[in-house]
Structures are given as C-alpha cells and as structure tokens.
Nanobody, 127 residues
C-alpha cells in the first residue's frame, strides 16, 4: 500500500516563496506518477503539477506554470513543490497524490486515476 505525507505549508505574503514536500512509502510500482492537487474554499480540486518517474516528464497547470516547480529524488520517495511568486489566488489546501497513469496534458489527470492521497497541507497567501 502507498502512503503519502505532506509537510510544509504556512502563511506568506504575495510575492513570497514556499516549498512543500511529500514523503512516499509503499510499493514503488503504484506511485510512478506523483503530483499535487489543490482545493481552494468553495472550489473544485485542481491538478496543478505532475511528474512521471520513468521518463522524468512533468506537466503543469496554466495557473502555476512558470512559478511552481515539481521535483523528485533519485529514490522517488520524496517529492518537492517549489512555489515562487505566490498570489492570493494560490491559497488552498495542497494534496500530494500518486498513481500509475500518465498524461501529456494536464487536463488528462483526474481524481479517479489517482488512488493515493496525502492528508493535505494549508497554504495561505495574504497581504
């Protein structure tokens, strides 16, 4: 079984940076795809960044492209989301996710394809 635990998060001002981490454990074959969803108050969950371990490929949502960077270590047990130039609109609960299906378009990812989720960590951007 796959287990995911997020860390980081907190409260920052617009324009500042924050780094989230996700520690993964369990069967490696079931977490070749890892990434991040977020959910703002009153909004649907949004997939924002994903990585495919076999190829190293990454995809980003337009809302975070150029500002957020996803990375994984060589053992593929730790995933990091570097968030720069944060905006008030980035305020949300951020979830680490894992699964086995890869898509070259961010719109291909859905909750149904990602059976493993972390508990979530709050990111608040406020002036």
């Amino acid at each position: 079984q796959v287990q995911l635990v997020e860390s980081g998060g907190g409260s920052v001002q617009p324009g500042e940076s924050l780094t989230l981490s996700c520690e993964a454990s369990g069967e490696t074959s079931k977490r070749q795809v890892m990434g991040w969803f977020r959910q703002a108050p009153g909004q649907e969950r949004e997939g924002i960044a994903f990585n495919y371990a076999y190829s190293g490929s990454t995809v980003y949502a337009d809302s975070v492209k150029g500002r957020f960077t996803i990375s994984r270590d060589n053992a593929k047990s730790t995933m990091t989301l570097q968030m720069n130039a944060l905006k008030v609109e980035d305020t949300a609960v951020y979830f680490c996710v894992a699964g086995t299906y890869w898509y070259t378009n961010i719109r291909g990812f859905s909750e149904s394809d990602l059976p493993y989720w972390g508990q979530g960590t709050q990111v608040t951007v406020s002036s």
